[in-house]
T-cell receptor
Framework: RKEVEQDPGPFNVPEGATVAFNCTYSNSASQSFFWYRQDCRKEPKLLMSVYSSGNEDGRFTAQLNRASQYISLLIRDSKLSDSATYLCVVWGATNKLIFGTGTLLAVQP | DAMVIQNPRYQVTQFGKPVTLSCSQTLNHNVMYWYQQKSSQAPKLLFHYYDKDFNNEADTPDNFQSRRPNTSFCFLDIRSPGLGDAAMYLC???????????FGPGTRLLVL
């Protein structure tokens, strides 16, 4: 079983739609969680950190469910510029980032 | 403004011809990482330096070596590139005690 699992998508949504991604992690000792965004042929960039009960940043909301070991990312009012791969990332017990394979989002005009 | 710089951005090499990728940082972070990322896959950690301490991942091939001559610079040496080594190579840095990693723009390696 992979340490971090995500639905690879693609998620094809119209502009203005709300879309949600889920991610599960296997190590219950994991402490920190992140969503990174990666555009095609570019480097990953930190989108949001997810601590304790989650947080919101504008149109983006991240939630953490420790009991079920899953993290979610909600994007409201999708823009064309939101099209990218969203990587679920966990700070592992070995002090390393563990990446999911990413979920591809394509926002259609 | 660039904080983590990677050169070159694109590298073409021949099968078996050694190649060196470079990474520099202006953040004065003490931890530096090298990742390999192939198409539609997650970044795969190759190794990292905690200050001068080198930490190799167990499944990193011997073909991959690294050098960190000082805090600012880190190099990835591929001694005999194979076709399967074609990938994006990402450098990242982190400051002690913090978890956020800052990635460079990557070097895309093509092996002919």
């Amino acid at each position: 079983r992979k340490e971090v699992e995500q639905d690879p998508g693609p998620f094809n949504v119209p502009e203005g739609a709300t879309v949600a991604f889920n991610c599960t992690y296997s190590n219950s000792a994991s402490q920190s969680f992140f969503w990174y965004r990666q555009d095609c042929r570019k480097e990953p960039k930190l989108l949001m950190s997810v601590y304790s009960s989650g947080n919101e940043d504008g149109r983006f909301t991240a939630q953490l469910n420790r009991a079920s070991q899953y993290i979610s990312l909600l994007i409201r009012d999708s823009k064309l510029s939101d099209s990218a791969t969203y990587l679920c990332v966990v700070w592992g017990a070995t002090n390393k980032l563990i990446f999911g394979t990413g979920t591809l989002l394509a926002v259609q005009p | 403004d660039a904080m983590v710089i990677q050169n070159p951005r694109y590298q073409v090499t021949q099968f078996g011809k050694p190649v060196t990728l470079s990474c520099s940082q202006t953040l004065n972070h003490n931890v530096m990482y090298w990742y390999q990322q192939k198409s539609s896959q997650a970044p795969k950690l190759l190794f990292h330096y905690y200050d001068k301490d080198f930490n190799n991942e167990a499944d990193t091939p011997d073909n991959f070596q690294s050098r960190r001559p000082n805090t600012s610079f880190c190099f990835l040496d591929i001694r005999s590139p194979g076709l399967g080594d074609a990938a994006m190579y990402l450098c990242a840095t982190r400051n002690r005690g913090l978890e956020t990693q800052y990635f460079g723009p990557g070097t895309r390696l093509l092996v002919l």
